[in-house]
């Protein structure tokens, strides 16, 4: 990534998590659900095992259940518009084109597993499945193409920044991905890490050509890219977070989901990364989508269905007490002052209670001090890093 994202992901809002305030929604299903999809604000769909697909026409308040034609697992949802899409699953391709009320069968696809679905415009799409394949339409589902790519398992995820670049991951492929640049027609392999211990990329998510994301399972990787794949850079959690699904609704706001209720948050277009979990929910989290940068919904174990009210507050941890700051409050004043037990290397940083920082400094020793001259009177919390511990405090500056 760029310089400074190194720099923001050192410390990053570890201890400062911004956290939606989440609502359980009746799902009427006790199986795992693994994908949904809004073509429009009201109207909703989501999938899971043994056939089961719901769908809402009130912005996610309630769902019901549809008829589908297998009971085998349904992995990914797409729509082009209020009425067409189409669902990817254990046992085929199925598209729809009256809102999900009817399904077909595609008979040009075999009917092995098949596991996303990305349309790059309103006429090409693509379909992920076994065994390295990647389907491809250039007329809006009425015949399909099998492309053949370096990868021989099963291909996870897809994202198309553009018409023309594409990305897919997969499971088990020892931190290999797949690029194309001519509008899927070819795709190359290229590696974020050196082959090793497998690593299933299941997530992958770019908001340009260039800048992307990817998040994987089994050993727990989140990095992320500024040229297009050439290089990765890892991006700092609270902890290890193993993904299943990225999604940025806009270029500054993302969002990631993964094992154990494991929900992560960006408002600085993936720069830094709060990591949180869904409260009083302790199973895997499959899919997130947002419709804005407040509306969204995660999907998972159990029957889950969350939805973020859209409605933030900073949650403060408690005090350190193995680090001081003074004069708090600090009225009047210009310069804070910072001591610890033991010699703190790297960054320092006050953040103010949307989750934004405001001011950051290199820092190296056990006592500091910071000019917030320019910094408006307010509520903030410092952090700080001491022996790979985040330390922070809050504090309270009266600028006049």
Sequence with gaps: ?????????????????LSAQWVQKASGTSVALFDLYFPNRDTGYV????GVILRSFDVGESWSALSFPTSAGLNAVHFLNGHEGWVASDSGLYHTMDAGDSWTLEPSLSRDG???????DANTGF????DGKIARTADRGQTWTILSTPLVRKLASLSFPSAQVGYATGVGYNWQFLKTTDGGLNWVMDTIRPIGNICS????FFTSETRGFIGGWYIATFVGTDDGG???????????VDLYSIHFPDSLHGFACGWHSTFCRSQDGGDTWSQDTIPGFTG???????????TGFVVGDMGAIFKSSGSTAIHIPPRATDMKVFPNPLANGTVLHWETLSACTGLMEIVDMQGACVHRKTISGVQGSVDLTDVPSGQYVIQLMENGKLLHREILLINR
């Design 1 to 17: 990534m760029k310089s400074h994202l190194l720099a923001c992901t050192c410390l990053l809002l570890s201890a400062l998590d």
């Design 47 to 50: 999938v899971g095992q043994d």
């Design 114 to 120: 098949w596991y996303d679905i990305e349309f790059s």
């Design 127 to 130: 379909v992920s499945g076994e």
């Design 201 to 204: 990329l299941e997530a992958v």
């Design 230 to 240: 050439v290089s990765w850079s890892d991006l700092a959690t609270a902890g290890p």
């Design 284 to 294: 895997n989290l499959y899919a997130v989508r947002f419709l804005d940068a407040q």
